[in-house]
């Protein structure tokens, strides 16, 4: 059987294999020209998106005006429910939360109280006095780019049903209700929830547009905003002077938002003769001053241990009598004197946005929240501190257990920073030299080692009965055998 075999000459496959050659070359040049075009594109596109922004910015006015502010990852991570609203939501920042949603009814009672506080006003007319305000509004936001379009197209919207919420709360809370009517929230966990939710600093309004609004429908014989807003948040403020609450008065020119007017009510007793020391003294400190107060003092138990006595200085709520404030705290002569305070289930969201208020806040100096936080979590590492402090009348615990109360201050002070102006720097520096006195450390090595417990004590104490009654033995046996 025969088999042809057809043969094809080399001579007609050269060709054919530079062909092949050649397309496939063309093709991955016009694939690298096609992936260089995109490339120079997607240059371009970013260059521009830049370009952009940066002519979009404006950045002085944003350093400027920006006064309400999302609260940074370092004070949020140990506990972010304390910077969330729980019942309402005020501003842009919240707004898309489906669990506050229910509160949208009220908003829209309050608004109907506002407006038939004046005939002939309505919505329309209210939004046209809001449009005004919107511009310079949105610059009190931080980072107000990253919310939705949809938010912002709304912010007049936005500033009308939460503005005039917070207005006609206030005005219900000082019984400001037209022609007897009653109370839209009458339930008082609604009503502590609120004022806890408008104290957020995630949750604030600019002040501007809150007395704009309240001057829309005014009486002539209503008492004003700033003194309608200290009514209605005296009573869960943290011990502010009384003195201060009489006496301040404040221009709401230079008022901020809600958070901030407590936060300019809260302030020491001897405030004022504490900004003389401190614009008197110098602004440079040595690195070896600035150890001394920032080293972490001893806790209670440690303290106690080292013959530290606490006490505690006047009473949980304020009065006229009472001049003493949260942050009055002193140590003299082994004694260290704190006013009482209550813990209930606010006491950690008002600090702790007290707190971040000062940490965002640029201007705002000494920082008396975070360094009262910060002592705190130094005195107290753990449920045998709150213990004493409990004890001794300090401490009021309403949350139950002392390790929760301890838990609060633990994590308080986490993501704060101090200045060299401390407030309470010297306290710092006394209770250190106290601990570092001979007989005074002698004293805290003996109970931490001898009397740590009870029955620790009891076997240090009988085991120096025996050496005493052994000692009192040897002498007698000694007497006895030279008579």
């Known amino acids: 059987m025969s088999h042809s075999i057809e043969i094809t000459p080399i001579v007609d496959q050269i060709p054919l294999l530079h062909q092949i050659k050649k397309d496939e070359i063309e093709e991955e040049r016009n694939v690298d020209h096609l992936k260089e075009t995109n490339d120079q594109h997607?240059?371009?596109?970013?260059?521009?998106?830049?370009?952009?922004?940066?002519?979009?910015?404006?950045?002085?006015?944003?350093?400027?005006?920006?006064?309400?502010?999302?609260?940074?990852?370092?004070?949020?991570?140990?506990?972010?429910?304390?910077?969330?609203?729980?019942?309402?939501?005020?501003?842009p920042y919240h707004k898309k939360n489906p669990q506050l949603g229910s509160m949208e009814k009220y908003k829209l009672m309050y608004l109907q109280r506002f407006l038939q506080r004046k005939e002939g006003l309505d919505v329309k007319s209210c939004i046209t006095e809001i449009e005004k305000l919107k511009p310079k509004a949105l610059k009190c936001y931080d980072d107000i780019e990253s919310l939705d379009n949809d938010i912002v197209d709304k912010f007049s919207e936005i500033l009308l049903l939460d503005g005039c919420f917070v207005v006609e709360f206030i005005r219900e809370c000082n019984g400001m209700l037209p022609n007897r009517e009653d109370k839209i929230i009458s339930t008082n966990c609604m009503i502590i929830l609120a004022g806890r939710d408008l104290l957020l600093l995630e949750n604030q309004l600019p002040y501007f547009v809150l007395t704009k609004l309240q001057c829309m429908t005014k009486e002539v014989d209503e008492v004003p905003f700033t003194k309608l807003m200290k009514d209605t948040f005296f009573s869960i403020l943290p011990k502010m002077a009384p003195a201060s609450y009489v006496e301040w008065e404040s221009d709401a020119k230079n008022i901020q938002h809600l958070l901030q007017v407590v936060h300019m009510l809260s302030h020491p007793s001897y405030w004022d003769s504490f900004l003389r020391i401190t614009a008197c003294s110098s602004k440079i400190i040595s690195n070896k001053n600035y150890q001394?107060?920032?080293?972490?003092?001893?806790?209670?138990?440690?303290?106690c241990e080292a013959g530290v006595r606490f006490s505690k200085v006047g009473n949980i709520y304020s009065d006229l009598e009472d001049r003493t404030t949260l942050f009055d705290i002193k140590f003299e002569n082994g004694q260290m004197k704190i006013p009482c305070f209550e813990v209930d289930d606010v006491t950690e969201t008002l600090l702790r946005n007290l707190?971040?208020?000062?940490?965002?806040?640029?201007?705002?100096?000494?920082?008396?929240?975070?360094?009262?936080?910060?002592?705190m979590d130094y005195l107290i590492d753990s449920d045998k501190d709150v213990n004493v402090l409990r004890q001794k009348g300090?401490?009021?615990?309403?949350?139950?257990?002392?390790?929760?109360?301890?838990?609060?201050?633990?994590?308080?002070g986490q993501g704060v920073n101090i200045s060299s102006d401390f407030y309470y720097k010297e306290e710092c520096r006394k209770v250190i030299q106290h601990c570092e006195k001979p007989w005074n450390r002698m004293k805290a090595n003996l109970r931490h080692n001898y009397f740590n417990t009870p029955w620790a004590g009891i076997s240090t104490v009988a085991a120096i009965i025996l050496l005493l009654l052994t000692a009192i033995q040897t002498v007698l046996t000694f007497i006895s055998f030279f008579k």
């Open 355 to 375: 707190v971040a208020y000062e940490q965002h806040s640029c201007d705002v100096r000494p920082k008396h929240f975070s360094d009262y936080a910060v002592f």
């Open 42 to 91: 997607t240059n371009k596109s970013a260059n521009q998106i830049i370009d952009e922004k940066l002519k979009d910015l404006d950045k002085g006015a944003s350093i400027k005006f920006t006064s309400i502010f999302k609260v940074n990852v370092g004070l949020r991570k140990s506990n972010p429910d304390a910077y969330a609203p729980m019942l309402i939501s005020i501003g």
């Open 292 to 303: 001394t107060w920032h080293a972490n003092i001893p806790n209670v138990t440690e303290l």
């Open 394 to 412: 300090i401490i009021t615990n309403q949350l139950g257990e002392d390790n929760e109360v301890a838990s609060i201050f633990n994590k308080i």
